[in-house]
């Protein structure tokens, strides 16, 4: 059975600082791997997918790796911004578990100005 | 055009009551997705839909929850009997096909009391 983590459940950082957030997950046999925000009280907002053939995506400040051997994803953020925060969540697709994805609970992030 | 459309927003009903929540997914997508958030959580997988009919439905918790999606483009899903461990946000994501990229809606929240 997949099991994902993510490490830390709570970051504060200042406005500025590069920061990455950490995803585990405990079955390689992924198709991909997807990034979201949450805002509070919002719905999930896709930041990036990663398939499972590739080993990295980046969009603007936000890049996300993926090893799928050590079942580990990172997603890297340069000069963070207040308007950052939010809620970072990761999730997998896993082919032995149908279309659905397996999420992490989350990093709460907050970037102080 | 349009992203993932969910009503209504917010759902107050009493113990006992039987409730519908609407998806209304992106124009195209044949992939359906229902979830369930509870406070500080990631989502958890409830059903998914491939066209009208339902691919996987190992999320469901009991016989009270059922989903359905007849024309193989809006769902509902529907709570029997509701009870108070019922309450979270419910979220519906579309995706082109299984293994793409999953769009989420803004979700319902639902209280029961």
Known sequence: KQEVTQIPAALSVPEGENLVLNCSFTDSAIYNLQWFRQDPGKGLTSLLL????QREQTSGRLNASLDKSSGRSTLYIAASQPGDSATYLCAVGTYNQGGKLIFGQGTELSVKP | G??????PSNKVTEKGKYVE??????????????????LGQGPEFL???QGTGAADDSGLPNDRFFAVRPEGSVSTLKIQRTERGDSAVYLCASSADRANEQFFGP?????VL
């Open chain 2, 107 to 111: 979700g319902t929240r639902l209280t």
């Open chain 2, 2 to 7: 349009a992203g993932v459309s969910q009503t």
């Open chain 2, 21 to 38: 929540l609407r998806c209304d997914p992106i124009s195209g997508h044949t992939a359906l997705y229902w979830y369930r958030q509870s």
């Open chain 1, 50 to 53: 990663i398939q499972s053939s």
């Open chain 2, 47 to 49: 059903i998914y839909f």
